[in-house]
């Protein structure tokens, strides 16, 4: 299962990266703050901070996915 799970946010990682949705220095500042909760002990706060960041990507990623398809299907053929 975590391997699968893994396998699925590289793949939105790399489109995440690639359509530029979520500039350099906000990711590295996310992980900084998932870093500092780690290192403090603190698995509900990192835990927490992770999932966030998992769904706010997620949401950016949709959003773009969504945009695209709407832009895509103004041009198309009636």
Same mark, same amino acid.
């Given at each position: 299962m975590h391997e699968s799970l893994m396998?699925?946010?590289e793949l939105c990682i790399g489109q995440?990266?690639?359509n530029a949705l979520w %500039? %350099?220095?906000d990711i590295a500042a996310? /992980?900084?703050?998932i870093l500092e909760?780690?290192?403090?002990?603190? %698995?509900?706060v990192a835990?927490?901070?992770v999932r966030e960041h998992i769904q706010t990507s997620r949401d950016r990623l949709?959003? /773009?996915?969504?945009?695209?398809?709407? /832009? /895509?299907?103004?041009?198309?053929p009636q």
């Amino acid at each position: 299962m975590h391997e699968s799970l893994m396998g699925e946010i590289e793949l939105c990682i790399g489109q995440v990266q690639a359509n530029a949705l979520w %500039p %350099p220095a906000d990711i590295a500042a996310q /992980h900084a703050h998932i870093l500092e909760a780690v290192v403090a002990g603190d %698995p509900a706060v990192a835990s927490r901070l992770v999932r966030e960041h998992i769904q706010t990507s997620r949401d950016r990623l949709l959003a /773009h996915v969504d945009a695209a398809t709407l /832009h /895509h299907d103004r041009k198309a053929p009636q």
